[in-house]
């Protein structure tokens, strides 16, 4: 992408509102626009983001045999009055009335609605288990929209929920998203907690909060320190005993989300050297709840003796929207983003440092044309002040940039900045493509 067709639009001032560094970043970096409190739109370069965290949380999704579905986001409200949620649910959820007076909603989850789609599907007990999910904007009316995209009014979130015929294999299906949820946010180059936690509004037995350790978090954690020596990356999520083992190995330690009566119950069951006190943000929640929604909405399914049995089910959501920020909070310094490779929105930044040099414009020119289709580059191209563009670009975070000026094109070299180190080394023309291979996996 050359930056003088791109449009991005940065901004030198932090916004007067923001509290969170992802907020002012994701401001001046030109990701975002708020268009309404707690509404934001997505402009190319936080779209481009958001996407890449989508694909990440899809791609994990769909190898693991989960079927990705849509479900719209206006909802009728028939469903939730049935459910008894259309009152529970409180001001959260925002109510609209059509032109025939029919009440809808907007919807803030979809457990009522999955579970009314399948409760005309899953009728035998060889119908089940089934997994599905969907990435779809989901609107709650918050008391204190803040944190710009962190805690909003529209969100988009991955919310899948599990179907089984009994608590053995609807706690095994728990037990398969806990793991696949800890790959994820893995792959994401995120250090996630998995926190025992409260269920909510969304009500059930058990459940588990994802939480991104940030000083800047809202949600106040204790864990038991040797969670983060047990490691997810050998666990093949294809293999029951071993999904098992991890979660049994993990939930064995004690971690939980703030309260008094937890506490007490922290101090007593974990060693004075392992108790970790911590913050967060909550990247991801899951809920298993049993036949809590099935009995509501009458999803039955005959079982191997020709009896009537409701069907189990569990939730399982991610904060796709609320990862674009939590990822800034874990990766920023004084100049700006350092994205992490797995969700940059280019792999290189391409700066020439004098557009009126025939020299260093031949070679960014010909170095853009040759092989913008083999990686993402953002070639600043404009005819700005270098140092504009070099502030420009850690403002950005891109996590290499390529920085082509006469005086080292004369001996055959270019300057490669590593964004996080901020190291600079001089690389010849030459062995370019094997620096970045070899430092970058290009
Ligand atoms: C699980 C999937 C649910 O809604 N139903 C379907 C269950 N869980 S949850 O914890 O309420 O939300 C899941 C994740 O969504 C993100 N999130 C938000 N992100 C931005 N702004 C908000 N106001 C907001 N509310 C929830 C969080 O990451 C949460 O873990």
């Known amino acids: 992408m050359r930056l ?85 649910y409180g001001k959260e959820m925002l109510k609209i009335k059509d032109r025939h007076n029919n009440d809808l909603l907007y919807g803030p989850t979809n457990e009522e609605m999955i579970t009314d789609i399948i409760s005309d599907d899953l009728k035998s007990y060889k119908d089940l288990p089934k997994l ?15 944190f710009g995209i962190m805690r909003c009014r529209e969100f988009l979130m991955k919310d899948a929920y599990s179907f ?28 996630v907690i998995p926190v025992r936690a409260e269920s909510g509004p969304i009500g059930g037995a058990l459940s588990h909060e994802f939480i991104l350790e940030s000083n800047e978090g809202e949600s106040d954690i204790y864990y038991d320190n040797r969670l983060l020596n047990i490691s997810i990356d050998q666990v093949n999520l294809d293999n029951k005993a071993e999904i098992k083992e991890y979660y049994e190995a993990v939930t064995n330690l004690y971690s939980c989300t703030s309260d008094k009566h937890e506490e007490l119950n922290f101090n007593k069951n974990v060693p004075k050297d392992n108790q970790k006190l911590s913050k967060g943000i ?36 991610i904060g796709i929207s609320r990862l674009v920020g939590a990822i800034i909070e874990a990766n920023y310094d004084e100049k700006g983003i350092i994205w992490p490779k797995e969700v940059s929105p280019f792999q290189l930044g391409l700066i020439n440092v004098r557009n009126d040099n025939q020299v260093s414009l031949n070679f960014c020119e010909s170095y853009y ?74």
């Open 282 to 317: 909550e990247v991801g929640h899951i809920f298993y709840f049993g036949t809590k929604y099935s009995e509501l909405l009458n999803a039955n399914f005959t079982n191997n003796n020709g009896k009537e049995a409701l069907i189990h089910s569990g939730s399982y959501g």
């Open 4 to 88: 003088s067709n791109f449009y991005l639009f940065t901004k030198k001032e932090n916004p007067s509102d923001a509290y969170l560094a992802s907020h002012k970043l994701m401001v001046r970096s030109g990701m975002i626009k708020q268009v309404a409190t707690g509404i934001y739109s997505w402009l190319p370069m936080g779209l481009m983001v958001l996407n890449k965290i989508k694909e990440v949380v899809v791609e994990h999704h769909v190898k693991s045999n989960i079927n990705e579905m849509l479900m719209p986001t206006i909802q009728s409200a028939d469903i939730w009055k049935k459910s008894g949620r259309f009152n529970d």
């Open 164 to 191: 089984d015929l009994d608590y053995d294999s609807a706690f095994f299906a728990y037990c398969k998203m806990f793991g696949l949820y800890m790959k994820i946010f893995k792959t994401l180059g995120l250090k």
């Open 369 to 442: 044309n040759n092989n913008a289709s083999n990686f993402k580059i953002l070639y600043d191209d404009r005819n700005a002040r270098i140092g504009e563009k070099l502030n420009n670009m850690d403002l950005l975070g891109i996590p290499v940039q390529i920085i082509v000026g006469e005086k080292n094109l004369v001996n055959q070299n270019l300057e490669i900045k590593d964004r996080k180190t901020g190291k600079v080394n001089l690389v010849n023309i030459e062995k370019l493509q094997s620096y970045l291979s070899d430092n970058y996996e290009f």
């Open 132 to 146: 599905l999910f969907h990435v779809q904007w989901k609107f709650r009316d918050e008391v204190r929209p803040r």
